[in-house]
């Protein structure tokens, strides 16, 4: 399977738990981007990467966000001391920049916050 | 005010039918739309991107721009049931936000037998 992979694809936790997300890439993209999408909402951009560097951060991103790609290849997002708040669908995409930036999406990770 | 918006739904057509879903942007600079397709509990699959004014059109699918209106829409010709989804609404805005999608909330497409 060559799309966008997304590990793991449900988490159940508890408030104030920490978690992390893991996002593989299409191989030969260089840009990767992190949405989020609560019921009946579009995706809302978090953060994205271009290679290893992080080029931008939504406000929506609180501090207990944080996300790293450190070899330009997979992603982490981590969420620290998790809230009620937290749980939505986390959504990676990938795209290359002599695309148009045509973004395809990885298969979602379901977060529930108890 | 949201800077992407979807005509409201839910839409219901018969199969067989056109179905017209729209969407409107509020950023004049934007350069790259996109329609994607959503399944109940799946991602968002590419169905069309466009970049210029005017038609473009893949299988059933026809995408159509207007740039002075901020205006975008897309057209499903001879629906059929496994149409049936959420479609979203994306729009790149280009500049400094090279990259960034900003999406509708989504309209919801029932296509029935």
């Known amino acids: 399977d060559t799309g966008v992979s997304q590990d793991p694809r449900h988490k159940i936790t508890k408030r104030g738990q920490n978690v992390t997300f893991r996002c593989d890439p299409i191989?030969?993209?260089?840009?990767l981007y992190w949405y989020r999408q609560t019921l009946g909402q579009g995706p809302e951009f978090l953060t994205y990467?271009?290679?290893?560097?992080?080029?931008?951060k939504s406000r929506l991103l609180s501090d207990r966000f944080s996300a790293e790609r450190p070899k330009g290849s997979f992603s982490t997002l981590e969420i620290q001391r998790t809230e009620q708040g937290d749980s939505a669908m986390y959504l990676c995409?990938?795209?290359?920049?002599?695309?148009?930036?045509?973004?395809?999406f990885g298969p979602g990770t379901r977060l529930l916050v108890l | 005010q949201k800077e992407v918006e979807q005509n409201s739904g839910p839409l219901s057509v018969p199969e067989g039918a056109i179905a017209s879903l729209n969407c409107t942007y509020s950023?004049?600079?934007?350069?790259?739309f996109f329609w994607y397709r959503q399944y109940s509990g799946k991602s968002p699959e590419l169905i069309m991107s466009?970049?210029?004014?005017g038609d473009k059109e893949d299988g059933r699918f026809t995408a159509q721009l207007n740039k002075a209106s901020q205006y975008v829409s897309l057209l499903i010709r001879d629906s059929q049931p496994s149409d049936s989804a959420t479609y979203l609404c994306?729009?790149?805005?280009?500049?400094?936000?090279?990259?960034?999608?900003?999406f509708g909330q989504g309209t919801i497409l029932t296509v029935h037998p």
């Open positions: 995409a990938s795209s290359w920049t002599g695309e148009k930036e045509t973004q395809y």
């Open positions: 191989s030969e993209h260089n840009r």
């Open positions: 990467f271009q290679n290893e560097a992080q080029l931008e």
């Open positions: 950023d004049r600079g934007s350069q790259s």
């Open positions: 466009i970049y210029s004014n």
């Open positions: 994306a729009v790149d805005a280009g500049g400094t936000s090279y990259g960034k999608l900003t």
